[in-house]
């Protein structure tokens, strides 16, 4: 009998090692202090990703409640503002530089 669900996927050793580079990199600076270690290295990597495309993917209705035209500029460098804003939130207490 055949079975419906796909086999899990692999993932190529590019990604792989591009990812692992993202993640030895957040955990070095957890361990240096830099960085809160109260997450996880891949889990802060995949936050991050989560936040660079969240309006990429958002619903046409959450677009039109935002808004102007989701490609315009200006809504963009608000998108891209906002992104690096939540990122510096979850990686730092500290406020931002003024």
């Not at 669900?5 to 990812?19: D, H, L, M």
């Not at 677009?63 to 809504?75: C, F, T």
């Amino acid at each position: 009998m055949d079975k419906l669900e796909r086999p899990a996927p692999v993932a190529a050793a590019t990604q792989i090692e591009s990812y692992r580079a993202k993640v030895d990199a957040i955990a070095a600076a957890q361990t240096d202090g830099h960085l809160d270690a109260s997450l996880r290295p891949a889990d802060i990597v995949a936050l991050l990703l989560g936040l660079s495309t969240a309006w990429g993917s958002a619903s046409p209705a959450l677009h039109r409640l935002s808004g102007d035209d989701p490609a315009a500029p200006e809504q963009l460098a608000r998108h891209r503002a906002a992104a690096v804003e939540a990122a510096r939130r979850l990686l730092t207490d500290r406020a931002p530089h003024e």
